[in-house]
């Protein structure tokens, strides 16, 4: 106890705040719906009609809660001491990777990293949520640290098995995950450069024939899910640029958009542009501190997201913890501005866990504002048996059945 430092006991009581949250009834999303949609499919069938039935996602987050379901340990509070145990781990992935040398000057950095993680309000807001980013975060986080064992451990075949296993299990959770793939590639290719370079006829065809089963495989992975919903729902490029770079203000200035008027609206595109400029800037100047598997998987995985028609800062937690750590690396964080900033950040962010705790524990509370009240009237009928203020819109049975169920 008394080598620990301050930064490890502001870990410890962070997570204990996060540990204080799992007791939150259930937290809703319209994706979380789907999810518990998907686990029936799996637990009992998938009839023509039933609103999962033609759902494109992946099963891996579904098969978690059908484990749980199949244990009778379906329930809020291990939903989210499951999700809490995977971004733990992740976070440790995280730090690992970035660990170039031992020392109090690297640990600092890395504690640094993790606390300011988590006091990002994504994570805070979602990690109690039946969402699949905490479990995806998990695995490619996982998988690019065993990769980084792999090439310094020796070249352990091993490490390198369990690195695509776990973009597997990724792949599994989140089509996304599919951008883990040629970032290990890329990274095993980086290692062993001067054996491609004598081979170079060999390695080229090799290439060709990789890239043409990778996009083989974006095309029918869920019929190619991500570049045909941008034609099937039709927002031009600068509705998607602007939107999702407005998702990195958001994590730049630790609040979310939709709270501010519309020209709050371009100060959060302003924010996430130079947010973007800046981690280019990071990558740039320390290089050679950064995996070339996590700038591979950091491009092809933000390409992909700004295609994707649909718009939450939650669709960036995945990067979220590599971006902070290359800002640790390529930044001079005792500068007077990035000091003031980041201090703004954790006023913010202590607000947003004072929030999060406030809610948890007062059902009124969680009703009315739990996914912008979109499912006030199931809250209210699962807590108070009835809704309590008149309305036309009626109790969606579904989402009614998913709270009885999981409680």
């Not at 949609?37 to 637990?43: P, V, Y």
């Not at 091993?158 to 996304?176: D, H, K, M, P």
């Not at 095309?219 to 509705?239: A, C, F, Q």
């Amino acid at each position: 106890m008394r080598n620990a430092s301050f930064g490890s006991f502001l870990i410890a009581a962070l997570l204990a705040c996060y540990l204080i949250n799992c007791f939150s009834p259930l937290r809703l999303e319209y994706d979380s719906i789907h999810y518990f949609a998907l686990k029936d499919c799996l637990e009992h069938s998938c009839p023509p009609g039933f609103q999962a039935a033609d759902d494109p996602r992946p099963y891996g987050y579904p098969a978690l809660l059908w484990l749980l379901s199949r244990m009778c340990l379906l329930y809020p509070f291990t939903i989210a001491l499951v999700n809490l145990v995977y971004l733990a781990g992740a976070l440790y992935f995280t730090g690992k990777l970035f660990q170039h040398e031992k020392g109090p000057a690297t640990s600092r950095k890395l504690e640094t990293g993790v606390v300011v993680l988590l006091l990002g309000y994504p994570f805070i807001k979602y990690f109690a949520y039946p969402l699949s980013e905490m479990q995806y975060l998990f695995f490619a986080c996982g998988s690019l640290f065993f990769f980084r064992l792999y090439t310094d451990r020796g070249m352990r075949a091993g490490s390198l098995v369990v690195a695509f296993l776990f973009a597997g299990a990724a792949i599994f959770t989140r089509a996304v995950g599919i951008a883990l793939v040629p970032a290990l590639l890329a990274g095993l290719g980086w290692h062993h450069r001067e054996v491609l370079v004598r081979h170079w006829k060999v390695a080229g065809l090799l290439g060709l024939v990789t890239l043409a089963g990778l996009f083989a495989g974006l095309r029918d992975l869920n019929g190619m899910l991500y570049l045909n919903s941008v034609r099937r729902t039709g927002p031009g490029w600068k509705v998607l640029l602007g939107k999702h770079l407005a998702e990195w203000g958001e994590l730049l200035l630790n609040v979310p958009a939709g709270k501010f008027a519309t020209i709050g609206r371009w100060i959060f595109i302003a924010a996430g542009l130079l947010l973007m400029a800046v981690v280019f800037y990071c990558l740039m100047r320390r290089k050679k501190k950064v995996p070339v598997t996590v700038s591979v998987y950091m491009v092809l995985y933000s390409v992909l997201i700004f295609s994707w028609p649909f718009f939450d800062v939650r669709f960036w937690i995945p990067v979220a913890p590599l971006v902070v750590m290359i800002l640790l690396q390529g930044l001079p964080v005792r500068t007077l501005l990035i000091r003031a900033m980041v201090a703004l950040y954790v006023v913010a962010g202590l607000g947003a866990l004072v929030y999060s705790t406030y809610t948890a524990f007062d059902k009124r509370a969680l009703a009315r504002n739990q996914a912008g009240g979109r499912y006030r009237n199931e809250y209210e009928t699962h807590f108070f048996g009835k809704p309590l203020q008149d309305t036309v819109v009626p109790v969606d049975p579904y989402v009614l059945h998913v709270l009885e169920t999981c409680k």
